[in-house]
Each structure stands twice: as C-alpha cells, then as structure tokens.
C-alpha cells in the first residue's frame, strides 16, 4: 500500500515540475518582449534621513506588469534575466528611467537622492562606466546624487576586476552601496579597503530585532563598526515604530521601510517629501547606555 502512495505522490511531482518548467520558459519567452511593450516601471520607496528628520533619498525598484498574469516580483524575473543575459538591457533601462524620473524631482525643486539595484553581471560588464556617465550626460542628473547598490555576493565573485569598477565610479562622485549586508561573507576588514560609502544592514536583522537579543547586538556592532569605519549606515526593513526608535538609539543615520512607506509611484512620492517625521530614539531592554 505504502509504495503504491510513493508511486502517485512521485507521479505527481513530475507532473508538477513539468508545469514548472513550462510555466517557466513561456515567462523567458515574455521577459523577451517585455522591454519593447514597455510593462516595466519603477516605484521609489523613500529613505528617512534621521538628522534631517525628512526623506532625502529613494530607492527604485523595479515591478513588471505582465499582459496576463499580472505584477511579477523581481524576485521572480531579475534572477531568470541574469540567466540569459536580458539584465543587461533591462538594468539600463532602470538606471536611464530612474535617473529620468529623478531630473524631474530636481527640476521641482526636490533634489532627492536616487539609489538603484544593480545586478553583479552588469558591474561585470566591461563597458559598465561608462554606460552610467552616458545616461548621467544625457538626463543631466547629478553623479553624485546616485547611489548604486550591490550585494556583497557581487564583491565576493569578482572583487579584483570589481575594485577598478569601483574606483572609476567614485571618481565621477557616484556612491555606492553594499545591499543585505550581514547575509554575506565579506569581513569588515576587507570591506574597509574597498571604495564604498554606505552600508545597508538587511531585513532580516531589523525583522527580529525585538524579539532576539542577539540580533540586538549584531545590529548594534554592525553600526558602530560602519561608522568608525567612515560609512555611512541604512536599515532597510523598518516596520514598527519601536525598531525606528531603537536604530536611532543606535545611531543608524537612514531608515527605510514599510512602517514610513510601501516602495509608491514618483507622483504619490512628491506628496510626501515636505513630510516631517519626528523618531524619538528608545534604549532598549537590557542594552546599557552607550559609554
Ligand atoms: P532589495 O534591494 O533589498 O530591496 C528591498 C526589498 O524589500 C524590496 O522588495 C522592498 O519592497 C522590500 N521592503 C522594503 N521595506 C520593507 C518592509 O518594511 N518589510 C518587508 N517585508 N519588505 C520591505 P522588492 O521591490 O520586491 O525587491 C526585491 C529585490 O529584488 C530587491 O531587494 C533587489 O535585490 C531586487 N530588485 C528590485 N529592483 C531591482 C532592479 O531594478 N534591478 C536589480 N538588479 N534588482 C532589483
Ligand atoms: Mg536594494
Ligand atoms: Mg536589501
Ligand atoms: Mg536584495
């Protein structure tokens, strides 16, 4: 009887990872087109400068919206697009229409800062540089109000040709960001050497930080270490009040998360930038005062 069962249950499985893969090339087959249809936009979620008290910062995500299946996550789409290459042509386009869409909050007289995602292929990409100071040139936003983020994993993979990317970009006065940090494996000690300016501690920390004592003093650390090293430091992932208050107790200088807002539409983010936000920093329990 038993194996019987085993014998359906793995039937099953089969069937079901043939509709997978199916369901898998058509979406590739999709990707293909969507560029030229134009079912890609970018929404901003904005970044709360704690000493200014207001946003000075966004950071632009991609959303796929498909004919048929509707809105697509990129967690869904970036990683089938670095497989076949496609994340070249759509990684432009996110910086091109990100550093567009941005001029124009300039233009308004809101000169916020614009951080965009890069894929590590992209930064891989020989020709890289200067594909960045092309699209800076032809929308005429500011170098040095774009910040790019990448993961440590990007580091990792292909640090020696990576260092020269780094370098050339922080010669044109655009910042760099290293995204999730703390997933990784890169030590501060080789982070210090490398040409980046702001460290993004990831959700994942802020996510349990109530409730874990650990993550209390991992993301404690993490802070005090950044900024003796001269980085600045984000924390991405903020629901709650109380984690606000407490990354400002700690010293964390950008808050970004769902409890300030959901990643919004550059019209709905124009409405919210003369936003004042007043964060009165809480001591946790058991945390002694900073010495
Ligand atoms: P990420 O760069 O770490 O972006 C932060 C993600 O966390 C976003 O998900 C954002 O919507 C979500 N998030 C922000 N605040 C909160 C919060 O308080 N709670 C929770 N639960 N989530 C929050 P999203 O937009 O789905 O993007 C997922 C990932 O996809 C990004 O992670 C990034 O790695 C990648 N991605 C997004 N846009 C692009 C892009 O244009 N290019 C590339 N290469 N990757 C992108
Ligand atoms: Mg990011
Ligand atoms: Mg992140
Ligand atoms: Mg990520």
Redesign the pocket.
């Known amino acids: 009887h038993a194996k019987n069962e085993g014998r359906d249950n793995c039937q099953f499985y089969n069937v079901d990872l043939t509709f997978q893969a199916e369901k898998r090339m058509h979406l590739e087959n999709d990707l293909r087109n969507a560029l030229q249809q134009n079912e890609f936009y970018l929404v901003y ?1 904005p970044q709360l400068d704690v000493a200014e008290e207001n946003f000075q910062s966004v ?4 959303r796929w919206q498909h004919p048929k299946q509707g809105l697509i ?3 869904d789409f ?1 990683p089938l697009a670095e497989e076949n290459g496609l ?1 070249i042509p759509i ?1 432009d386009w ?1 910086l091109r229409t990100a550093c567009t869409e941005a001029a124009q909050w300039h233009q308004r007289g809101r000169p916020l800062q614009v951080a ?4 590590p292929l992209q930064i891989k990409n020989p020709d890289f540089v200067k594909n960045v100071l092309d699209i800076l040139a032809e929308t005429g936003f500011p170098p040095g109000k774009l910040v790019l ?1 990448i993961t440590e994993g990007a580091l990792m993979e292909h640090s020696e040709n990576i260092l020269a990317t780094l370098l050339a970009l922080r010669e044109h006065h655009i910042q760099i960001a290293l ?2 940090f703390g997933t990784g494996y890169s030590s501060m000690n080789y982070l210090k050497r490398l040409p980046i300016n702001n460290i993004k501690v990831d ?1 994942s920390f802020v996510r349990g930080l109530l409730d874990k004592k650990e993550n209390l003093a991992i993301v404690r650390a993490i802070i005090s270490l950044s900024k003796n090293l001269g980085f600045s430091i984000t924390a ?4 709650s009040l109380n984690q606000a208050q407490v990354l400002k107790y700690f010293g964390c200088e950008t808050l ?4 300030f807002s ?2 919004i539409t550059m019209q709905e983010m124009l409405a919210l930038t003369d936003k004042q936000w007043r964060i009165e920093p809480l001591r946790p329990n058991g945390v002694n005062h900073e010495s």
């Open positions: 979620q950071e632009a995500l991609i996550s990129p967690l970036i994340i990684g996110v965009v995602n890069l894929s983020e995204d999730d959700q991405e992932g903020i629901e970004q998360g769902y409890y959901k990643p």
